[in-house]
């Protein structure tokens, strides 16, 4: 079962690599003409250099390349433009640094995803599999370069790495070039790092624009709900045969969590951590003359995996798969058998049964988001909470709720 379980979880990024995600959008084509429909779009893995066009959903789908396309973008808001440009093959990554500065590059014509654009200049950005790769152009330049990082192993010393941050100088150049005549001077780029954040920053002073935000990569949310749990036995008991009756007890809950999903909306694949307390009173389990009952107050933290199978700015609808961790506490518990005694009042054998304060689970999950309201169900199967070798004692939590989402 648990095999199964973390297989599920792997194979829904998965998921979202295979399918259709088309997006309203538009494409350019060689001819400068504007066609507007339907673009497929896809996780960033890595950048693009080919892509689906509908016309409209129902149309038969065209393909546009770098080399048949000027660019393409989405109604969310990102932007791509097809250049010439040469790509650096020197990696950057430290388990794969060579000995000596690679200078080596390729040409390409590829599709570069715009980040900052204004009337000095247009910062992009281009994925391989080797890198991230950044670009500007100036607005007196019709091709955008390479603003270059590189990292090797210095040739007489094995143990040590060398780092050359050509951008920060680059980028300077840039502003300098158009006078900006902004208070950001030579020491301010010593920390800037090589990172889509920091070009956006960047961009957005030599543009003499208001910093443009990047989508946030994570939102919080609160929500409240009912749920419904049961218990059960399973094993050698008098409450595990056929005759035993589980009643539902139907308890509050409130939630807090976060999810971190890709940078764009259009992404299908959210991962949630979510925690949850729920206030059970009076589950219940009887058969004939034996009863169990109890009170609890459970924290249940879940993380998760959201896919979702319908997407759109306006409604999204979503499956997903968890595990769980609770800690409960217990009240009120009453365990045992009720004896009549003739002429008096029936008289109850309590047994001594112990329920553990900790247990693991996991979790389905469906939901409806309408911009920042999100209404969803989880299902929690039955799951173990006793430590006895002849029995097992159960229980379950269907849940239903609603969440405000912190876009």
């Known amino acids: 079962m648990k095999r199964s379980i973390i297989g599920c979880l792997l194979a829904i990024p998965m998921l979202s690599m295979g399918q259709s995600n088309y997006q309203k959008g538009y494409v350019l084509n060689n001819s400068k003409d504007t066609l507007k429909g339907y673009v497929d779009y896809k996780p960033k893995i890595s950048s693009q250099n080919s892509i689906t066009f509908k016309s409209n959903l129902d149309a038969q789908p065209q393909t546009f390349s770098a080399q048949t396309a000027k660019g393409y973008g989405f109604e969310t808001g990102h932007s791509f433009e097809s250049y010439t440009v040469r790509i650096s093959k020197g990696t950057t990554k430290t388990e794969a640094l060579k000995v000596g500065l690679d200078t080596s590059t390729r040409g390409a014509t590829v599709f570069l995803r715009v980040l900052q654009t204004g009337p000095n200049v247009t910062i992009y950005s281009y994925t391989d599999d080797i890198k991230e790769h950044f670009y ?5 330049s019709t091709q955008p370069y390479e603003l270059m990082r590189a990292r090797y192993i210095e040739a ?27 208070a950001f001077y030579d020491g301010d780029f010593e920390d800037m790092a090589y990172s889509e954040s920091d070009m956006v920053r960047i961009g957005a002073i030599i543009n003499r624009m208001k910093e443009r935000q990047a989508r946030k990569s994570s939102r919080y949310f609160v929500g409240a709900g009912v749920g419904a749990g049961t218990v059960k036995y399973t094993g050698q008991h008098a409450l595990a045969n056929s005759g035993a009756v589980s009643t539902a007890s139907y308890m509050p809950s409130i939630n ?28 219940k389990i009887t058969n004939g003359q034996y ?10 933290l879940a993380p998760k995996i959201l896919y979702n199978v319908y997407n759109t700015q306006q409604l999204k609808a979503y499956l997903g798969l968890g595990g769980g961790l609770s800690y409960s506490s217990y009240s009120n518990s009453k365990a045992g058998k009720v004896v009549s005694v003739p002429l008096n009042e029936d008289d109850f054998t309590a047994e001594n049964i112990s329920l553990s304060a900790t247990a693991l689970s996991y979790n389905l999950n469906a939901g409806l988001v309408f911009k920042k309201v999100e209404l969803n169900v989880m299902y929690v ?18 849940h239903a709720g609603i969440k405000y989402r912190f876009d």
């Open 381 to 398: 199967p039955p799951y173990k909470v006793s430590e006895y070798a002849s029995f097992n004692i159960l229980t379950g939590i269907m």
């Open 291 to 300: 009863i169990h009952s109890f009170d609890h107050m459970t924290l249940y």
């Open 156 to 182: 007489n010393n094995s143990n040590k790495i060398i780092t050359t941050d050509r951008y920060k100088g680059q980028l300077l150049f840039e502003m300098r070039a158009y006078n900006t005549g902004t």
């Open 256 to 283: 807090v969590g976060i999810d971190l999903a890709a940078k764009t909306l259009s992404e299908r694949v959210n991962y949630r951590a979510e925690l949850s307390l729920f206030l059970g009173k009076d589950e």
């Open 136 to 140: 500007v152009r100036g607005s007196s």
